[in-house]
């Protein structure tokens, strides 16, 4: 199995996007704190890390780490709003540091829609650049895409031109936003959307994707609104193939190991053929409307045989169906007793237990940089006419709003 986790390295960034999930925090990292997380994975047997924050790049020792980690044997990936790998040098200086694959945040190839939702004019432009000049380094590239509102019905025109203008682009993944955090929380009102505003879209850019003999991955999609590409679901590869998921947060979450995909159903999924392998309705916050979800009368054998039979992922070992079934009923016990136990954690307000690692620190100068930081973004939210995220609460005491 392919186990990948994730670092945050900072939680600030140079854009301002309305529905970022991880938006500043007081937390900051060290070479030393990022490597003991690095050591851990090493430790798991983790095939890779990918390097995220906030905008990984503004960490002045985010080549050390990409380094140390590439070091230690993991594959070395990093999601990027792009705005500093156009510059060549930097670009050089990652990937001559050990960055093998480079995720470019894109949300819309139209100029207009893409600086509402970055809060900035002109990123377009240097998100090309961002991709030339990883090509240019050996660095693979994928285009990471957020759903919502303001691009869920122009999704296949994106990739159209992502085709003709950047060939050497073979692998895109769609988010679909996550309303329960941080900004995307206190902005539901302007990005949130319905799942219908997206499924004809997301279709018709899935199906240029595979036409052009592409890959892609959709995350956080219920199966009924992609049930055609269904083998392409995050979720639904990972309840198949038994994978798990670390995230160390760069925030009072610290570590969250996800063992369990299943996120919400309604009482019409229970009908549903592809139940089993559907990680439902990605809502913690009652944003998304369970009404929405459909059950669909599909073999769910064929979805699971195109996954463990993946030419092109072949780190899954039970390659044979009757094998696969077993398995995953041996699995489907182990799941249930664990989702069980956390959602009682949820329910008396725990945290997963993250260990003895310890994510970042809260220091006297992250401090000061975060108030700053909240001044400038409290700014530029007013601006941009959209609510900066509720502050929060801090291991190490209250922080001012
Ligand atoms: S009806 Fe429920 S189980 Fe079926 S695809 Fe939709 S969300 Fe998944």
Redesign the pocket.
Known sequence: MANIGYIQVVRHCNHFCGFCSNPTTPYVHTFDSMKVLVDDFVARDYFGVILTGGEPTLHPELPEIAGYARDQGLHVRMITNGWRMADPDFAKQMADAGLQHMHVSVYSHKPEVEAILRGLPKTLGRSEAAVANAVNNGIAVNINCVINRLNADHLHETIAWWIERHPQVRHFVWNNLDPSMGRAEVNQDQFLHRLRDFEWSLAEACRLLEDSGRTFRVEKV???YMTDFAWASTETRKIVKGEERIVHFLDDKQTVRQTTWGHR??D??AK?T??PI?G??FDKGDAYDPAE????FVDMDGIVERIITDPADPSYALRSLPVWKANFAQRQGVAKEEAQRQQAQEQSGQRQPSGDLKVGQVTADGLRLFNRKRRIEGKQAERHGVRLETDRVTRQGTVDS
């Not at 979800?293 to 669909?296: G, I, K």
């Open positions: 219920p199966l009924c159903y309604a019409a999924c549903c592809v139940q559907c439902g309705l979800l459909t059950p669909v």
